[in-house]
């Protein structure tokens, strides 16, 4: 059955394609040609610079639109996708087009959480460029069509000093996220075990933001040694030519990356984090529901044996109960998550479109998520569909 037609639907996970002036429009004039910026080559693609050299993917898999048997992981130019990827106002048409009302996006250039800026030669410039694409999606990009785009933003997570400062402002002009690796040690940073983020999450909880932890974000995958296989770097672009190397192809990579959530929640569900933080909500961004069930019931198994001589875990409440109050999955289509989710918690379980990626159903997604739901209530479809992503994000609706 369809869904009823006052449900506007929310998606959790899609992605702005930045347009040409995002930097260059912003960042001060005295970092030169270092500030991001695109530059067509003599093969005819366009591509991100970013301090003198090529930065990032310039369009990540921007193919909504197009045959299956056109995707591929990188458009060649501005002229090879739809305009609704990098346009807010052709975007908004393209949401009307899907049955979608309002969307969160995450960035492309500088990956899923801008490791790209964390890497630079002059931390300034990336402190500057993260606060230039922050203002980019509040004052632009967010302030198109209010009610339409939940504000996502980037941190200089490198300095947590930093990171405290940009929370409190964006929080002040109306973010309600922002994302973050979801597997920091995994780039050289301490994990969530530690007390490394205590300031952050403390800004975090006071500024009622919530932490979207995207897969890949990190940028490797948590399950292979780096001693071993080569790791795809999800962000930049991909060369079929050296898939041979990694021992697998993109389809592999991609079907197993979701499981870096099921790293990251295990890592987060064991850690003092939601013990110090009471209030603080985690979102598995593009990490699918399906896992779930199983690694909840996984995780109390062995806690309930292996907590006796792991004092530094909470000794009282099972990971699981845990899990209820602070962590949030997302789906595009996930018919063993959608089956089990009273195993989940209707409560915890949110709706993505994910544009303009390949794992995106546009123009039709409001159809394929009612086909998927057809056989839930009304009531609980409109907590997936809706009404969940708004408490979560604290993003109700406009009068």
């Known amino acids: 059955m ?29 970092f030169g040609d270092a500030i991001p910026h695109i530059e067509r080559l003599d093969d005819g693609n366009d591509w991100w610079f970013y301090e003198g050299h090529k930065a990032g993917n310039f369009a990540l898999n921007a193919v909504a639109g197009k045959p299956w ?41 500088a990956g899923f959480a801008g ?27 967010c302030g198109y ?3 339409r785009q939940v504000p996502v933003m980037l941190l200089p997570y490198w300095d947590v000093e930093a990171s405290v400062r940009e929370v409190y402002r964006v929080a002040a ?24 983020w205590d300031p952050l999450f403390a800004a975090t909880q006071e500024t009622d933001l919530v932490v979207s932890i995207h897969f890949g974000s990190s940028g490797k995958s948590d399950m292979v040694p780096q001693g071993g296989m080569k790791v795809i770097h999800f962000g930049n672009a991909i060369d079929p030519a050296k898939l041979a190397d990694h021992q697998g192809n993109a389809i592999n990579d991609i079907a197993i990356m979701g499981l870096n959530s099921a790293f990251a929640m295990a890592q987060l569900l064991t850690s003092p ?28 198994y062995v806690w309930e044996r292996h907590r006796s001589y792991n004092p530094q875990v909470n000794q ?13 999955g997302c789906f ?53 569909a809706e009404d969940n992503a708004r408490r979560v994000f604290n993003f109700p609706r406009l009068a």
């Open 69 to 109: 048997d056109q995707f591929n992981t990188d458009p060649r130019t501005y002229d090879d996708m739809r305009p609704g990827c990098f346009d807010i106002a052709e975007r908004t048409k393209d949401m009307d087009a899907d049955g979608v009302w309002a969307q969160m996006c995450f960035p492309n250039m």
């Open 273 to 300: 984090v939601f013990h110090k933080f009471p209030r603080l909500r985690f979102a598995l961004s593009e990490g699918g529901i399906g896992w779930l069930p199983y690694m909840l019931e996984r995780i109390d």
């Open 115 to 141: 490791r790209i800026f964390e890497s630079s030669a002059d931390k300034d410039l990336g402190h500057a460029c993260v606060v230039a694409y922050n203002d980019f999606i509040l004052d632009e990009w």
């Open 332 to 384: 595009i289509s996930d018919a063993a998550g959608i089956a089990n989710r009273h195993l989940i918690g209707i409560d915890n379980i949110m709706f993505e479109s994910d544009y303009p990626h390949a794992d995106s159903n546009w123009p039709h997604s409001r159809k394929m998520l009612a086909e998927a739901l057809a056989d839930v209530p009304d009531d609980e479809a409109r907590k997936i």
């Open 2 to 30: 369809p869904l009823p037609d006052d449900v506007q639907v929310m998606s959790v996970d899609d992605h702005v394609i930045e347009h040409r002036g995002v930097w260059v429009d912003r960042v001060p004039s005295k």
């Open 173 to 196: 002009k109306g973010a309600k996220t922002y994302t973050f690796p979801e597997l920091p040690h995994m780039r050289g940073f301490p994990s969530y075990h530690t007390s490394h």
């Open 145 to 147: 069509a209010p009610g």
């Open 316 to 328: 009282e409440i099972p990971p699981s109960v845990v899990f209820k109050d602070h962590i949030f």
